[in-house]
């Protein structure tokens, strides 16, 4: 057993972990950073596709106190953010607080307050507390279907680039806005792409007259007046959703995770 009791554990570094980090930094809190992978950057270090662009905006993603380069488009490709969280942490110091190739097994409180982390090691470790951030796209769930398929089957997480399905028969299962993604890039460079949706979704373009989606909504606007404010933007610009066969939402928006997309309803035939 490692007793790391004068410093917090804070496992993670993804944009969550970097700005904690810097916190516990400007706080003078020691605390020791526990990275499973070899760098930082979370998902958008290798855990999404290469197309893959941020679907808020770059106004409503950055940090407060580290604007996002001027030159970046209002949504930011993979690498763009890759790029960005590396110097944030450049900036500030964050880097040499990281323990890469770290991976937490295990966190047990004990008695005292304390924290006992097991690594993939089998080390034990002490810490005076303990922070979690460590996302939540990490682990794939697989429908259960019955029957036997005998084509390939992948899960969104695994998918990298369109050549994956470049020519072929492709079946997007669920509607969210990595099934999206993937479904206008197979109507793209596949042989012919359908998509299976259980219920309806809200699909929103990206921007609403060239102002980013994510930037139409102000934090001082009661919910009531947004969703009336979003309906009617839908409604204008979209129409509904059942004309391009798709169910009608069952749900208010916002209730759910709305599914931001500006390629999918052009691909529906």
């Known amino acids: 057993m490692t007793d790391r009791s004068a410093n917090m554990a804070l496992i993670g570094a993804g944009p969550v972990g970097l700005g ?11 605390y020791e950073e526990l990275e499973a992978d070899d760098d930082l950057g979370g998902n958008w270090y ?8 941020i679907i808020s905006s770059r106004k409503t993603t950055e940090y ?34 990281i323990q890469f190739n770290t991976k937490v097994v295990m966190a047990l409180p004990l008695a005292d307050g304390k924290w006992e982390l097991e ?32 084509g390939e089957f992948i899960h969104s997480k695994d998918y990298r680039s369109p050549a994956q399905v470049a020519g072929k028969r492709v079946l ?27 219920r309806g979704y809200w699909f ?18 009661p919910v009531w007046a947004q969703r009336l404010m979003m309906r009617m ?27 931001i997309n500006s390629e999918l309803l052009y691909y529906v035939k």
């Not at 997007?172 to 259980?198: F, L």
């Not at 929103?204 to 606007?221: H, N, Q, R, V, Y």
């Not at 979209?238 to 209730?255: A, W």
């Open 172 to 198: 997007v299962i669920g509607g969210g806005n990595s099934a999206c993604d993937i479904a206008a890039e197979a109507a793209r460079a596949g042989k012919i792409a359908r998509m299976s949706v259980r």
């Open 233 to 259: 933007l839908v409604r204008i610009t979209v129409g509904k959703y059942s004309q391009y066969g798709f169910p009608e939402p069952d749900h208010k928006i916002f209730e759910a995770h709305p599914t």
């Open 204 to 221: 929103l373009p990206k921007t609403f007259f060239g102002i980013p989606s994510a930037e139409m909504m102000k934090p001082w606007f």
């Open 20 to 30: 904690m980090a810097k916190a516990l930094l400007e706080h003078e809190i020691p």
């Open 64 to 97: 407060a106190d580290y604007p996002m380069p001027e030159q970046y488009p209002d949504f930011p490709s993979r690498q763009q953010m890759l790029e960005y969280l590396r110097d944030y942490a450049e900036k500030f110091g964050l880097r040499e607080h």
């Open 46 to 53: 290798h855990g999404v596709y290469e197309t893959v662009h």
């Open 119 to 150: 690594l993939a090691t089998g080390e034990k470790r002490v810490y005076k507390g303990l922070i979690v951030c460590n996302g939540h796209h990490w682990h794939k769930r697989f429908p259960n279907y019955p029957g036997k398929f005998e």
